[in-house]
């Protein structure tokens, strides 16, 4: 199983085309398939990229939970689909970014590309910097998440 990792500044061309960083395209190539599927996050302004692979096996994780003949389910199962498109890394390592999409999360032409596991953050460079964490923000959220986990697994030993 291939993991993302890193991330990477870029620059979309005036026709959206952006150059896939190194890493990512190796990453890709190593899983055999070069497409991806990009969609815009559900909770933050940024468009995620998933490996074709990928987005089959969430795909599959949706079909077991969505009823078709339910008006709510299929409600959802639209909406999630919304501003989603498939993407083809060209023999030059770009991406075409639909412009509709950039636009969406307010990108103009400067992007970073985050590696997050088993998928790709695209956000536009300002924002991404804006919506650091600090180092303390950061440790308390991790002492949060993390060490509540680890207490709660030492006390069950």
Request: glycine residues 4%.
């Amino acid at each position: 199983m291939s993991t993302f990792i890193g991330d990477f500044n870029g620059k979309a061309d005036a026709k959206g085309r952006i150059v896939l960083p190194v890493a990512f395209k190796h990453e890709l190539e190593n899983m055999g398939d070069m497409r991806l599927i990009v969609k815009k996050d559900l909770f933050e302004p940024c468009l995620l990229l998933y490996p074709y692979n990928e987005w089959e096996r969430i795909m599959d994780d949706l079909r077991t939970k969505i009823n078709s003949y339910d008006r709510e389910h299929t409600r959802f199962l639209r909406e999630y689909q919304r501003n989603t498109a498939e993407l083809q890394v060209d023999n030059f390592s770009r991406i075409l970014l639909p412009r509709r999409l950039l636009q969406i999360i307010g990108a103009d032409k400067q992007l970073t590309f985050l590696g997050v596991d088993k998928h790709i953050e695209v956000w536009d460079s300002d924002t991404y910097d804006s919506q650091a964490m600090s180092a303390e923000d950061l440790a308390l959220l991790a002492e949060k998440i993390l060490g509540s986990n680890s207490r709660q697994n030492n006390e069950t030993r």
